[in-house]
């Protein structure tokens, strides 16, 4: 296992400069070169013994070291908690016996290689709380990875085992068709937006067949005004009377007294 710790105060750049391997032709002749605050560390010979790799909580930035990609003896490999941005390199998939991948809670961008689908021995994934975006793949190991926590906190990100729907082309610009959201709530206000239409169209439509009808009848016109004005008659007596009715209770109520 190779573990580097440093400060919260610190930061280190993690790139080509930073994590650098050399390949000649055999495992032995191999080495890394790092860069820690100015001074260059050489470790020769040692490649071969290198199986976990574990940089977590580093507060390391930059890009994803694609040197990494070149140790394919590596079973494990955790770069999470830190600032490290940019693109997962398409030679991920070079690692073929990576069993442990652990990326989250950084910045990374951009879509989940294809070919990650050739890591057969992956069991261990998180690629949580990234901007990763476009389709999750759906071979090999990916069909087996079905909980959602893996890839939480990547809300462009569809697919198996995501609600999220893939629909579109290219990475990063597939629209989302969800559950709670997408084309659902569209479909959902399109059916509002006909609802009230046709209550505006019945309303409408009941009310100048109504006023219409006036207009062209004479007769009906003067009924119904008729008919209005008895009802308004009707509401003045029952309101005089009542009123006439409450003043004499009242009268007699304040004689007793």
Same mark, same amino acid.
């Given at each position: 296992?190779?573990?580097?710790?440093?400060?919260?105060?610190?930061?280190?750049?993690?790139?080509?400069?930073?994590?650098?391997?050399?390949?000649?032709?055999?495992?032995?002749?191999?080495?890394?070169?790092?860069?820690?605050?100015?001074?260059?560390?050489?470790?020769?010979?040692?490649?071969?013994?290198?199986?976990?790799?574990?940089?977590?909580?580093?507060?390391?930035?930059?890009?994803? =070291?694609?040197?990494?990609?070149? @140790? +394919?003896? $590596?079973?494990? !490999? *955790?770069? %999470?908690? #830190?600032? /490290?941005? &940019?693109?997962?390199?398409?030679?991920?998939?070079?690692?073929?016996?990576?069993?442990?991948?652990?990326?989250?809670?950084?910045?990374?961008?951009?879509?989940? =290689?294809?070919?990650?689908?050739? @890591? +057969?021995? $992956?069991?261990? !994934? *998180?690629? %949580?709380? #990234?901007? /990763?975006? &476009?389709?999750?793949?759906?071979?090999?190991?990916?069909?087996?990875?079905?909980?959602?926590?893996?890839?939480?906190?990547?809300?462009?990100?569809?697919?198996? =085992?995501?609600?999220?729907?893939?629909?579109?082309?290219?990475?990063?610009?597939?629209?989302?068709?969800?559950?709670?959201? &997408?084309?659902?709530?569209?479909?959902?206000?399109?059916?509002?937006?006909?609802?009230?239409?046709?209550?505006?169209?019945?309303?409408?439509?009941?009310?100048?067949?109504?006023?219409?009808?006036?207009?062209?009848?004479?007769?009906?016109?003067?009924?119904?005004?008729?008919?209005?004005?008895?009802?308004?008659?009707?509401?003045?007596?029952?309101?005089?009377?009542?009123?006439?009715?409450?003043?004499?209770?009242?009268?007699?109520?304040?004689?007793?007294?």
């Amino acid at each position: 296992m190779i573990k580097s710790n440093s400060s919260n105060e610190a930061k280190f750049k993690f790139d080509f400069d930073f994590f650098t391997t050399n390949f000649i032709d055999e495992w032995p002749t191999e080495d890394v070169k790092q860069v820690v605050k100015g001074t260059e560390l050489d470790y020769i010979k040692i490649l071969k013994f290198v199986v976990n790799m574990d940089l977590s909580d580093n507060n390391l930035v930059g890009v994803f =070291p694609k040197g990494v990609t070149q @140790l +394919t003896r $590596l079973l494990g !490999l *955790n770069l %999470s908690h #830190n600032h /490290l941005k &940019g693109e997962i390199p398409e030679r991920i998939g070079e690692i073929k016996l990576l069993e442990y991948f652990d990326i989250s809670c950084n910045n990374f961008s951009g879509g989940i =290689p294809e070919t990650m689908s050739s @890591l +057969t021995a $992956l069991s261990h !994934l *998180n690629m %949580s709380y #990234n901007n /990763l975006s &476009g389709p999750i793949p759906t071979e090999n190991q990916f069909l087996t990875l079905g909980d959602r926590r893996i890839y939480a906190g990547n809300p462009r990100l569809c697919g198996f =085992p995501l609600p999220n729907k893939c629909i579109g082309g290219d990475l990063g610009d597939h629209a989302l068709e969800s559950e709670g959201f &997408g084309d659902g709530d569209d479909d959902r206000d399109s059916e509002k937006v006909w609802f009230y239409f046709v209550i505006a169209i019945g309303f409408v439509v009941g009310f100048w067949s109504a006023i219409g009808t006036l207009l062209l009848k004479k007769s009906w016109r003067y009924a119904v005004f008729r008919r209005v004005d008895d009802v308004a008659d009707e509401i003045y007596v029952t309101m005089v009377l009542k009123g006439a009715k409450l003043k004499r209770m009242i009268m007699r109520n304040h004689v007793h007294v």
